[in-house]
């Protein structure tokens, strides 16, 4: 199972960390887009219509949870699966994510971008 044309949106306003997982993803052939902010995470994933949304937590303007609660609300988008990509990851941000609905929660420091290929393709199959 690869990526092969799978379309992702990475909403995360970390630059370095946004190209790393881009390019990574992108080698197994996927479709990547990259949002800098929430809001414009949310104008993406309306307009592109990502079969994978990985939102980081701590964002400019509307932070990721907003980000998801509007996601999950939204027709267009609500189906989608989500992945948390996040430096923060007490006990209550995870089960905050899970009752916003998200698919999964992964703390950044303890993943590699190998691991997020492997769930990304684990979601998707």
Partial sequence: MSLENKKILIIEDDAFFA?????KLGKVGAVMSHAGSGEEGLKMAEEG?????LCDVLLPGIDGFETVKRLKASESTKMIPIVILSNFGSDDQIKQGQKLGVTTYLIKATVT???IIKEAESILK
């Fill in 19 to 23: 190209d790393l997982v881009t390019k």
């Fill in 113 to 115: 971008p190998e691991d």
């Fill in 49 to 53: 219509k990502p079969q994978l949304i």
